[in-house]
Every structure is written in structure tokens, then in C-alpha cells.
């Protein structure tokens, strides 16, 4: 529970909680720059993780021990304990609680059951908020434990804060309650303009005040940067393996620039459910020894790829806004991505990059041709790209804003 050595007078007044499904895992790289990023301001947070991820690591999880309290597993005695003390606090706020939980329950039995459960987690969290005396909680991606931040802060009798990345939520706008989970924020959080205007769209809440674009960022001085190759010969991607990244069409465009002559390798760092597939398709395709699957990295060692690569292709059908683009341009390799989402927050076609139509294979081909062939725009794209990574995509810049929204004392 480490805060910062001197806090400033303005972070004291408030304690800040934040509310994770899953935490610390590998792939929360953003969240846990920017709750680093929040105790260097001197902000208090107390992290507090409903489960203790599987897909993480020893050094990861020792680097977090100290500011991650885990909820569960406990004994059934000890969340007993502390339901029945939840209840003598405040039965009326409690069965308000239990209302809330009730009406925005997704529809039949399974529905009701699961909810029942993220009942019981919100009633631990607003335990330990309690306990760890917590004026304020915050929740990622607003999916089930956006749910649970929004049952806990109101039986805790505190303000809460939600930020939206995108597309999981939005796929099942309804069951996701957002209208309510906005409605009974304090603000709302959306990582890119894209990502706000589906929230006011989805909550029927057409006042941009109760949205802040606060961007997920990179801490600059980690990221040399260096001016891209001449040469095109090593294609770099990182991303999760699974079918909403596009990857099997990133594989295909290889195919066929390597049967036109182009001599090029893709290196995937990451893994998922899609690798087998993927490595099938490789090899029934005949490029298998042109594709290397690299398997989850860390981000020192994503840091290291990136260096040696000489295009950073994104081939998705839904972001939110690319962090593994982010800190591909702020090393000052050439990014090519699809046209969806908040991806043209960052990468802007013609500029800072590429952008081309997704789940098209001959239009990554093509655009990876252009790029190959015109240093002189790779040269301007890389330096334009690392000045907006600069300007809009810096982590220190971007907290400062996040934590006025959490220490201000009204929308």
C-alpha cells in the first residue's frame, strides 16, 4: 500500500482505490504504468484485485505485493463474517445495494447466479475500502467489474469512476448496464474520442462533461528513439493471438509479398487462443519459416524487438487505441494499422502512418509495399509519429489530468 514518500497536499486529501478483476497480469502493462504513474504524483492507491491472475509472473507479482490486496479466495466463515457486519452497518444501504444488484442482473437464471457472486465480491470490496479507509474507487475496462466497483461504492457510500477502453463492453451495450454505471458516476473515463462518443451514445448522456479522453500512455524515457533502417526486412507485431486481432490476414499478406519477392520475416510476440491456428496457417501456406512466434514478452523485451524491426504492422478489427502501436512509434518504427476504432487517434493516415482497411490481406500487402519503397516518408512518419507520442500519449502528462479528476470535489 505504498503511496509516494511526500505526497502532495492536494493527493492526501484523497485516497484512491482501484477495483481489478484480474491484477497484476502481463498484459496489464497500461494499468500498472499508470497507478505508478498516480503514486509518483503523490496520489495514495490501494489496489484491490478480486483474484490473484495465473498468467503473470514471480517478478510482477513480488514488483505489486505490497500495493495489491486480494479479495479471494477466503474462507466461507470469513465472507459470512463480514456479510452479516455489512448488513448490521447499514441494512437500509445494503438492501439499496442489493436492488441495484437485482435490476442490473443479465436476463435468466445464469444471469441472476453470476450476479449473485459479483454481489458477494462487491460486498468484500466495500469491505476493504472501508478498511483501508477509501474516499474514491476506480475500475478498468467496465465489463462484470465495473459491475462490482458500482455495488461496492454504493454500499461503501463512496464516489466511483469507471474507464471504457472499447469494444468488449460495447458488443453487449445492454447487459452492460453502462447507462447506469455512467449515470451513477462521479465521471466516466474514454481512452480515445471514439470510445466517448460510444458512451454518450450507449447512455443517452449527450453532455461531453461527464466523459474526460484521458489517454493510456507511455513513460517516454523507457523509449530511444532512433531513426527507421533503410531496409525492409523484418515485420514486427504485438498483440494478444486471437481472432479479433486479424493476424491470419497479417500471415497472408506475408505469403504473397514473399511470392512476389519480397524477402521478409514476421516476428508475433504474444499468445492466445488463436496460435495453433495461426502456426497452421503458416505452414499449410509454406512461410512457416518466415513467421516466429515469439509467446508472451516482457516489456523490456517487446522494447528490445521493436528496436530491431523495421515495420510495426496491427492488422485488428477492434482497439481501443493501440498501446503496442504507441510504443512502436515512440522508438520511431514505421506503423501500418487497420482503420478502426480510436487507431486513427494515433496513427494518422498519410502522417504518422498507414491505415488500411481491415480483414483485407492485399491491402496490408500494398501498404507494407508503399511503406518499404518510400524511406523518405518512413524517415518523416517516425519522427512525426514520436512528437505525438510526445504531445498526447505521454503517461505523466496524461495521470496529471486523471488525478484532477479524482481530487476535484465535483464534475
Known sequence: MNASATPSTAAAKKRIGYL???FPRVTDTFIRREIRSLQRAGTFVHVMSVWKPSDTTPDILADWARDTEFLLPRSPL??????LASMLRSPIRFLQTACLAYSTARPGVRGFIYQVFYFVEAVLAADACRKNSIDHVHNHIGDHSGTVTMLAAK????EYSITF???PVFFDASNAHIKQKVRGAKFTRAISYFCRSQLMMFSECDDPALF???HCGLEIDKYDFRLPREQVERLFCAA???SEKGLSFLIQALKSLNDRGYNLELRLAGDGPSRRELERLAKELGIADRVRFLGYMTEAAVNK???AADLFVLPSFVEGVPVSAMEAMAIGVPVIATNIAGTSELVEDGKTGLLVRPSDANALAEAIIAMKNDYAFRRRGAELGRK???DEFDIEKECEKLNGYFLQDHN
Open 155 to 158: 454500499l461503501a457510500g463512496i
Open 388 to 390: 505525438k507520442i510526445i
Open 165 to 167: 477502453h472499447g469494444w
Open 78 to 83: 470469513s465472507i459470512v463474517a463480514i456479510f
Open 305 to 307: 524487438e521493436l528496436k
Open 212 to 214: 474526460k479522453v484521458v
Open 240 to 242: 494478444r493471438l486471437s
Open 20 to 22: 481489478l478483476h484480474l
